[in-house]
């Protein structure tokens, strides 16, 4: 199968990280429902790659199961800030080199601390975003703490 070579597939590589390419047909505002029905993948198991900023403007990534959301309050107290917000979309290319819809947190232009939801490792795979929307990576949960040092929380709401 041919996929893209981006700079999360290259991090990857560097990292000796297995991975299995998904390619899927990209829907403006589909989310992880769109990818989830194409792939055949539960949707838990499709991870978001979100990029948010604390109250100082500090970036950072966020990893959530596709069917539940960030709660952004509980988030802001286990880190410790007054409040956090999402990033804009240029503030997301500016941080990650990444455009929306195609954000990974593998290889980002600038490193992020990366927040996790601890559920995650416990599934048997996730697909996370390879770096160009409509194109996913298969791989072991527990490779994320290969890939970078990871923060585990528990903010995930449905």
């Known amino acids: 199968m041919s996929y893209p070579i ?3 597939i290259r991090f990857l590589r560097e990292k000796n990280i297995s991975f299995e390419p998904m390619l899927y047909a990209y829907e403006e505002h589909g989310g992880t429902k769109r990818s989830s029905e194409e792939l055949n993948v539960p949707e838990k198991q499709i991870i978001k790659t979100i990029v948010m900023k604390t109250d100082e403007g500090e970036p950072f990534i966020i990893l959530m199961h596709g069917d539940r959301e960030v709660s952004m309050k509980q988030l ?3 880190m410790g800030v007054k409040q956090i917000t999402m990033c804009s979309e240029a503030e997301v290319t500016k941080f990650t ?9 593998f290889g980002t232009k600038r490193r992020l601390d990366v927040y996790v939801e601890s559920s995650i490792f ?3 795979y996730i697909c ?18 290969r890939a970078f040092e990871v923060v585990e929380v528990e903010v995930g709401i449905d």
């Open 122 to 124: 416990a599934l048997p």
């Open 97 to 105: 080199g990444y455009v929306v819809g195609g954000t990974s947190p």
């Open 6 to 8: 981006t700079t999360a």
């Open 128 to 145: 996370i975003n390879g770096g160009k929307r409509g194109f996913l990576v298969k791989m072991h949960p527990m490779d994320l703490k």
């Open 76 to 78: 802001a107290r286990t």
